[in-house]
């Protein structure tokens, strides 16, 4: 017997359509849920923080509805979703591969522009207008970015989703 193992995937779609072996945890969901709205995890390096991450993006983001019995359908999660599953836009942010060389202006500028890649991207797979696009450009600062964006999308409910060293949950509003 040959056993698929995702060594370094990080990719939960991957993993369950292409036969790799997954150890279930989509059990932990409901009691993520129950914890509160801004959750903080920490686990150590190659520990299965991003596959977990990539898990909860299948499972909350209202773009992959059509593939949940595919993806979820034989994990405990599937047997008995959350009112939550597949109801949120899901802001996935990943700033794991910034470059740190080059001092603090070189670092700042790095994570600024990712942070606007990932705004972009989102507007864009949500089909907002242009216009969000343009005044997240004219914003300097991170914090001027996400600020905007917050701003842009007024009372509409979103998931953030951030891999970093640890992970960020945060369920909005």
Not at 10 to 26: A, E, L, P, R
Not at 97 to 116: P, V, W, Y
Request: with cysteine; hydrophobic share 35%; glycine share 6%.
């Amino acid at each position: 017997m040959n056993l698929k193992v995702p060594y370094g995937e990080s990719n939960f779609q991957k993993v369950i359509t292409g036969g790799f072996v997954y150890i279930d945890k989509t059990h932990y969901i409901p009691q993520l849920e129950a914890t509160g709205s801004h959750l903080f995890l920490l686990r150590p390096r190659r520990f299965g923080k991003s596959l977990f991450l990539s898990m909860l993006e299948y499972y909350y983001d209202i773009a992959y509805k059509n593939e949940f019995s595919t993806l979820f359908g034989q994990l405990a999660i599937g047997q008995s979703p959350t009112p939550a599953c597949n109801s949120y836009q899901v802001l996935f942010m990943d700033f794991s591969g910034i470059d740190t060389d080059g001092g603090h202006e070189a670092i700042f500028q790095r994570f600024s522009s990712k942070l606007e890649m990932h705004l972009q991207t989102f507007l864009r797979r949500y089909a907002y207008p242009d216009s969000y696009q343009i005044a997240l450009k004219d914003k300097g600062s991170p914090a001027d970015k996400m600020q905007q964006f917050v701003e842009l999308l007024g009372e509409q409910k979103f998931l953030l989703l951030r891999n970093d060293a640890s992970l960020t949950i945060t369920l909005q509003p």
